[in-house]
C-alpha cells in the first residue's frame, strides 16, 4: 500500500516564476492538506481539499492556489515567487475530511533565488 | 486563538536515558493532539495521537503520551533513548476542521 507520494523532491525556481507541486494521497484517502515548513520552523497550513474543492485555507496569500481531481490528488500551485515561499511543501492526507489522522508525504524542498 | 508552545527548543540526552518533550496548546474546544516526528530533509511520521478516552497514550517506537486537560499539556515521554531517535519532534493540536496547528519543534540530540 503506498502512502503519500509527492512529485519534484526538489525544485528551483528564481523569483516571480510560478511553481507546480504534487500530490497522490495514500490509498482510500480523500482530504489533501498541504503545509509548508519554513527553515528552523513547525509546518504551517495552506489549505485543504476535499471533493474537489478548497474546504479550509489558512493565513497565505491569493498567489497560493491548489485543485483536487477526480482522483483525490492534488496540485499546489504558487504565483509570483518570493524569496520567503523558499520551504519544505508538505501534502497530508486523511479520510472523510473529519478529525482522521493524517499522513504526510516526504515533501517537496523548494527553493527560490 | 489557537497555538501550540513546544518551550524546548533543543534537548540532548544520553542513550539509555529517559526522555520527555513538553507540549503545551491553547485550543477553545476539546482539542485532537498529536506528536509527529521528522527525522532530516523527511517528511513528518506519526507517533501517536489521542483524540478520547484514556489519557495516556501508546504509541510506535516505545513512546507515549500523557493529556493533562487542567495543565493544557501534552508530553511525550519514552523510558530509554536509541541513538536512532535523534530527530525533530512536533506537537500538534486540531479539531473537528482537522486543520493542524503545529509548535515550532524540539530537536533531540542523543549522546553515546
Known amino acids: 500500500d503506498a502512502g503519500v507520494t509527492q512529485s519534484p523532491t526538489h525544485l528551483i525556481k528564481t523569483r516571480g516564476q510560478q511553481v507546480t507541486l504534487r500530490c497522490s494521497p495514500k490509498?482510500?484517502?480523500?482530504?489533501v492538506s498541504w503545509y509548508q515548513q519554513a527553515l528552523g520552523q513547525g509546518p504551517q497550513f495552506i489549505f485543504q481539499y476535499y471533493e474537489e474543492e478548497e474546504r479550509q485555507r489558512g493565513n497565505f496569500p491569493d498567489r497560493f492556489s491548489g485543485h483536487q481531481f477526480p482522483n483525490y490528488s492534488s496540485e499546489l500551485n504558487v504565483n509570483a515567487l518570493l524569496l520567503g515561499d523558499s520551504a519544505l511543501y508538505l501534502c497530508a492526507s486523511s479520510m472523510n475530511l473529519g478529525s482522521e489522522t493524517q499522513y504526510f508525504g516526504p515533501g517537496t524542498r523548494l527553493l527560490v533565488l | 486563538a489557537q497555538s501550540v508552545t513546544q518551550p524546548d527548543i533543543h534537548i540532548t540526552v544520553s542513550e539509555g536515558a529517559s526522555l520527555e518533550l513538553r507540549c503545551n496548546y491553547s485550543?477553545?474546544?476539546?482539542?485532537?493532539l498529536f506528536w509527529y516526528v521528522q527525522s532530516p530533509g523527511q517528511g513528518l511520521q506519526l507517533l501517536l495521537k489521542y483524540f478520547s478516552g484514556d489519557t495516556l497514550v501508546q504509541g510506535i517506537k516505545g513512546f507515549e503520551a500523557e493529556f493533562k486537560r487542567s495543565q493544557s499539556s501534552f508530553n511525550l515521554r519514552k523510558p530509554s533513548v536509541h541513538w536512532s531517535d535523534a530527530a525533530e519532534y512536533f506537537c500538534a493540536v486540531a479539531g473537528a476542521t482537522n486543520k493542524l496547528i503545529f509548535g515550532t519543534g524540539t530537536l533531540l540530540a542523543v549522546q553515546p
Open positions: 490509498s482510500g484517502h480523500d482530504t
Open positions: 485550543y477553545g474546544a476539546t482539542p485532537y
